[in-house]
């Protein structure tokens, strides 16, 4: 029904000129729903405005075919008989949407009288029905745009854009300031009129929720250019663009337990780079990111990726991980098939009781442990000869107890400094001065007298410090925590924390979160493995897993819907 194609959209009455949207190609079917998401200012409203046909003021170039009519290059008057009647858009809900001074149902009517030539009396009647449709009281008709909460002058908006039975409908921002039960109100009542009326529907939307109700397919706008197309439900599943990621990582509708930090940095200025735009804030960058602009590409089935990487990249890849234990002539399975990946920029937690294997796993992974069975692969590579650890730039890990990993003997400094001495990294006074900026950015003290002081005679809460600038100090592209926090009081546990997910924000290094505390996995995970009894029971976006209960029993008794589904 709807091709766009090689859209793009430059305002130029303004100097310089401001390019809003940038070769663009989507299709869209007959009954169809389609999402577009993205930071403000990324060109969505744009989007929406030149299919509607209300860009007057801008420069629009490319294909848009509504029903085998291409719109850029149709008469204006022509193609004022499909705005409304075959085209409609609900505009963010705003007062300035309607005049303050003339009747709800005068300007409710006005689209029906216009386009559909209805009498004056016929046009009440259908305001009166369009009214009622959308949940509100007829008599509306006489009240004005002033006197209706949020909620209602949001269904009025929705009733004028159907007024006369359009075959696609664009709904920008629909539930944009209003209250919780408005919003989920607003959700139903698309949702219901479109499965009742029919129409195909693009929403534009912030609300990730509402999204995820409301669209089959998704579309992730930034800078203007398209960087992420796919079914809507794997896209919020499983992203595979650093951007997209980073706007599901920010809702708090997904994650209500979690700290939410946001996409580190600011989109570009129109025009501002000549490579992938979002390079200046992507964890996986490169020279060549910076230099070349990445085009959108088939990642897989219905899945496209504007990203010279393929997408996000896995840094750590586990797979069908055993390990058996023997006491005497009792055997205990600590690892029976375990498989996990970890993916570049994200914090994944691993969680599970007491004794389900989290630390047997961990130590598989860094190599303290070897596996009876299975592999693991780090950055593509099998990991051997402590090489992942070994070298700036790999693998590191934080142990529970920072006391038995720390020699007591060492001062402060030389056990921060000590992997890059066996690294061989630089001269000692480079290395003095990245282990004294590692402890820094831990809020640790850099004055002589800390530097020099023994780690016996440090707090549990200082020692696990140290121990995680010791780990950070070699830029590791993966960490792995086992149980950093389990000997800490709450207090402290909070400071270590918020910490360690400062680090990771700002570097963008990858975080295996190892924890039996749901609480805390909950805070600051993206995704989840649950492990019990050596195996893996549940696995997913945090917000499958988690949900929005706080029931942490639920996580051990109940898969998430995803998995749950993966096993019917």
């Known amino acids: 029904m709807l091709d766009v194609e090689n859209l793009s959209i430059v305002y130029d009455r303004v100097r310089p000129p401001v390019p809003a949207v940038t070769g663009v190609t989507f ?37 848009i075919r509504f029903q085998g009519h291409e719109l850029t290059s149709m ?55 369009l009214l009622t449709l959308t949940g509100l009281d007829p008599d509306w008709q006489t009240g004005y745009a002033h006197q209706l909460s949020g909620g209602m002058r949001q269904r009025a908006l929705i009733a004028m854009a159907l007024a006369c039975k359009p075959t696609l409908l664009i709904v920008d921002e629909p539930t944009t300031s209003l209250d919780p039960e408005s919003r989920e109100a607003i959700v ?12 195909a529907m693009i929403l534009i939307s912030h609300n990730l929720p509402a999204i995820r109700r409301l669209s089959r397919q998704l579309f992730t706008l930034y800078a203007g250019r398209m960087v992420e197309t796919g079914m809507t439900a794997d896209v919020l599943r499983n992203p595979q ?80 991980l055993r390990k058996t234990y023997r006491l005497g002539s009792k055997r205990i399975d600590a690892l029976q098939g375990v498989s996990l990946t970890v993916r570049r920029g994200e914090v994944v937690a691993l969680v599970g009781a ?27 590579q099998p990991v051997s000869d402590h090489a992942a650890t070994a070298r700036m730039g790999g693998m590191q890990m934080v142990f529970q107890d920072p006391g038995e990993a720390i020699s007591h003997r060492l001062t402060v400094i030389d056990a921060v400094r000590e992997p890059l001495d066996i690294m061989g990294w630089e001269d000692r006074r480079t290395r003095d001065e990245k282990a004294v900026a590692a402890l820094s950015a831990m809020q640790l003290s850099t004055t002589p007298d800390f530097l020099h002081r023994t780690c016996h005679a440090l707090s549990g809460g200082q020692r696990q410090r140290v121990a995680i600038a ?85 996580v051990w008794r109940e898969p998430s819907a995803f998995q749950a589904g993966k096993r019917s």
């Not at 029971?537 to 639920?554: I, K, L, M, T």
Request: hydrophobic content about 40%.
């Open 354 to 380: 007491s004794g389900s294997g989290k630390s047997t796993l961990a130590h598989i992974l860094v190599q303290v442990l070897v596996p009876d069975g299975g592999e693991v692969k780090f950055l593509g």
């Open 188 to 199: 139903q009542l698309l949702d219901s009129l479109q499965q009742q009326m029919g129409f």
């Open 27 to 63: 299709h869209l079917s007959a009954g169809d729903r389609m999402g577009l998401i993205g930071e403000s200012g990324c060109g969505k409203t744009s989007l929406g405005l030149s299919i509607m046909g209300l860009l007057g003021d801008a420069a629009v170039s490319g294909s």
């Open 470 to 554: 010791r780990a950070l100090v070699s830029d590791p592209q993966l960490l792995v925590a086992d149980e950093i926090t389990a000997m800490l009081d709450p207090s402290t546990q909070a400071v270590i924390l918020r910490e360690l997910k400062g680090r990771q924000n700002e570097r963008g290094f990858s975080l295996l979160f190892i924890s039996h505390d749901i609480a805390l996995a909950r805070k600051i995970a993206d995704r989840v493995y649950v492990l019990d009894n050596g195996r893996l029971v549940d696995q997913g976006a945090a917000f499958e897993v988690f949900g929005q209960s706080n029931d942490e029993n639920r």
């Open 241 to 320: 663009h650093p951007y997209t990621r980073g706007l599901i990582n920010a809702s708090a509708d997904f994650f209500p337990y979690k700290d939410l930090w946001g996409i580190a940095g600011a989109p570009p200025r129109p025009g501002e780079t000549i490579g992938c735009p979002f390079q200046p804030r992507c964890c996986q960058s490169s020279e060549a990111c910076a230099q070349k602009r990445p085009e959108l590409v088939h990642v897989g089935v219905q899945r496209q990726v504007a990203c010279h990487k393929g997408g996000i990249q896995t840094v750590l890849q586990a797979m069908d």
């Open 75 to 129: 008469k204006a008057s022509r193609r004022r008989l499909l705005q409304w009647r075959e085209i409609a858009m609900v505009f963010q809900n705003r007062l300035e949407a309607f005049n303050p001074v003339i009747p709800l149902g005068e300007q409710l009517s006005e689209p029906l009288r216009t386009h559909l030539r209805l009498s004056a009396r016929a046009a009440r009647e259908r305001v009166a029905e």
